[in-house]
């Protein structure tokens, strides 16, 4: 079964830092693009990063620029967002989620895990 | 960066026909067409279309989504309470190199 897992959520104050996790199952991280997707309470979707198949290159939304970045780690087949410099605004709940193969969408998506950032 | 604009909220009866649009520019939507996901109060978004009016398996024969320049449409009829839920488009931006969202629809069924 095709699935995305994420875990590492939780509360932290601003200026800190929080490594969220994504583990698939049913594929191999290492032959799709990978992204995380953002929704703050009550409001749309956000995207926040991308990380291609074989890990050659990265993009990022310019919120996220220069605090965040994504990595894989294929022997566990699970995707990693390091969120450092944490700001209110980047309260939201984080998914992962699969770029399907015709680069023209996310087909598979996780469950998400809420971030809080609040003194 | 800008994100694709979608009407907040459409609202039509029940067995009627939605028809939701986004509209983006030549560098987004106009270019390669828009994905439309539906999501749930507290559940992650699904993937109900991709390249305009491919639609996954399982997904209802009830939606189809088209294309005409910059702007994407998603036409579901014959609506049923299960419709009743938000919808997001979303495209990658050649010029920008960062995918966008439209604001969302909440599409309420009379």
């Known amino acids: 079964q095709v699935q995305l897992v994420e875990s590492g959520g939780g509360v932290v104050q601003p200026g800190r830092s929080l490594r969220l996790s994504c583990a698939a199952s049913?594929?191999?991280?290492?032959?799709?693009?990978m992204h995380w997707v953002r929704q703050a309470p009550g409001k749309g979707l956000e995207w926040v990063a991308l990380?291609?198949?074989?890990?050659?290159?990265?993009y990022y939304a310019d919120s996220v620029e220069g605090r965040f970045t994504t990595s894989r780690d294929s022997s566990k087949n699970t995707l990693y967002l390091q969120m450092n410099s944490l700001r209110a605004e980047d309260t939201a709940v984080y998914y992962c989620?699969?770029?399907?193969?015709?680069?023209?969408?996310?087909?598979?998506w996780g469950q998400g895990t809420m971030v809080t950032v609040s003194s | 960066q800008a994100g694709l604009t979608q009407p907040p909220s459409v609202s039509k009866g029940l067995r009627q026909t939605a028809t939701l649009t986004c509209t983006g520019n030549?560098?987004?939507?106009?270019?390669?067409?828009a994905a439309w996901l539906q999501q749930y109060q507290g559940h992650p978004p699904k993937l109900l279309s991709y390249?305009?009016?491919n639609r996954p398996s399982g997904i209802s024969e009830r939606l189809s989504a088209s294309r005409s320049g910059n702007t994407a449409s998603l036409t579901i009829t014959g609506l049923q309470p299960e419709d009743e839920a938000d919808y997001y488009c979303?495209?990658?931006?050649?010029?920008?190199?960062?995918?966008?969202f439209g604001g969302g629809t909440k599409l309420t069924v009379l």
């Open positions: 030549s560098n987004n939507v106009g270019n390669q067409g």
């Open positions: 989620a699969r770029e399907y193969g015709d680069g023209s969408a996310f087909d598979i």
């Open positions: 049913g594929f191999t991280l290492s032959s799709c693009n």
């Open positions: 990380i291609f198949y074989d890990g050659s290159d990265e």
């Open positions: 390249r305009n009016n």
């Open positions: 979303s495209a990658w931006d050649s010029s920008l190199s960062v995918w966008v």
